[in-house]
């Protein structure tokens, strides 16, 4: 079980930027497949962004050339760069392990985007 804690969010208006930051603790994180998640209001939680221990990237259809997924496995942290934001990507955005692990969820970063 990782320990995470997800940070960076904010309110943003449509066509902005944010960088979210996830930092897990415990020295087995870069064994780890990683992933963003998000949460919007009234809706299932959904898997935005995968990376894997070697660094492959993969996201979902909706975020696609505007979202960036990295990990930096010195610091143990995992970075969701999100670009062109829109009103539709406002959420609780949460990082865990991928497939993930239901006892890792933390309190997550809330996003807004609105003018």
């Known amino acids: 079980q990782v320990q995470l804690v997800e940070s960076g969010g904010g309110l943003v208006q449509p066509g902005g930027s944010l960088r979210l930051s996830c930092a897990a603790s415990g020295s087995i994180f870069r064994l780890y497949d990683m992933g963003w998640y998000r949460q919007a209001p009234g809706k299932q939680r959904e898997l935005v962004a995968t990376i894997t221990r070697g660094g492959s990237t993969n996201y979902a259809d909706s975020v696609k050339g505007r979202f960036t997924i990295s990990r930096d496995n010195v610091k143990n942290t995992v970075y969701l760069q999100m670009n062109s934001l829109k009103p539709e990507d406002t959420a609780v955005y949460y990082c865990?392990?991928?497939?993930?692990?239901?006892?890792?969820w933390g309190q997550g970063t809330q996003v807004t985007v609105s003018s």
């Open positions: 865990n392990s991928a497939p993930y692990d239901s006892r890792s």
